[in-house]
């Protein structure tokens, strides 16, 4: 169990659609990072935020959004969801976001989009 | 851009040494070397990183060429349990640069 918790584990939505993923990082960790894995492929950093401020930016598509909370959870916000959208999301975290740290990784939310 | 490059597959039996590579030919001074690895339905977990300087820990080694363009990870002696895909990654300011991804099998 890394520490980092991730809702819901799966979500089932139509196209179109907007969801909203949660992560609650690990104690004490100030930074987290947002990860999207789609079926039979690696995976893609979506951004990073840090004590509430975005730091570095991936791949993340104008449709999805994501903002940190002064109590330190993050949500992963995707619109206008299309059928490509399907993948796992993962959120990691690390104490304070910088390069030569480890990050923790959640167990992901499955999103199905149909 | 930086990014890394790894080979889609690797085997090996059971306890033999592995050394998965990686190149990263575009790295910054200042790109830290990570490595994570992604276990069959788990999030990935840290293994090793590294700077300049070949690093060593209880589940792997990590050698990094004196012009820091490759990495190798070394795994001393491959167990069932190391069957995953493992991701070489550049960790610099305000960025993250991912592989694709060594898919690793180990044969009893």
């Known amino acids: 169990d890394s520490g980092v918790t991730q809702t819901p584990k799966h979500l089932i939505t139509a196209t179109g659609q907007r969801v909203t993923l949660r992560c609650s990082p690990r104690?004490?960790?100030?930074?987290v990072y947002w990860y999207q894995q789609s079926l039979d492929q690696g995976l893609q950093f979506l951004i990073q935020y840090y004590n509430g401020e975005e730091r570095a930016k991936g791949n993340i598509l104008e449709r999805f959004s994501a903002q940190q909370f002064p109590d330190l959870h993050s949500e992963l916000n995707l619109s206008s969801l299309e059928l490509g959208d399907s993948a796992l999301y993962f959120c990691?975290?690390?104490?304070?976001?910088?390069?030569?740290?480890?990050?923790?990784f959640g167990p992901g939310t499955r999103l199905l989009v149909l | 851009d930086a990014k890394t490059t790894q080979p889609n597959s690797m085997e090996s039996n059971e306890e033999e040494p592995v050394h998965l590579p990686c190149n990263h030919s575009t790295i910054s001074g200042t790109d830290y070397i990570h490595w994570y690895r992604q276990l069959p339905s788990q999030g990935p977990e840290y293994v090793i990183h590294g700077l300049t300087s070949n690093v060593n820990n209880r589940m792997a080694s990590l050698a990094i060429a004196e012009d820091r363009k490759s990495s190798t990870l070394i795994l001393h002696r491959a167990t069932l349990r190391d069957a995953a895909v493992y991701y070489c990654i550049l960790c610099g300011y305000n960025k993250l640069i991912f592989g694709a991804g060594t898919r690793l099998a180990v044969h009893p």
């Open positions: 990691a975290s690390s104490e304070e976001g910088v390069r030569q740290e480890t990050q923790y």
């Open positions: 104690s004490g960790d100030l930074s």
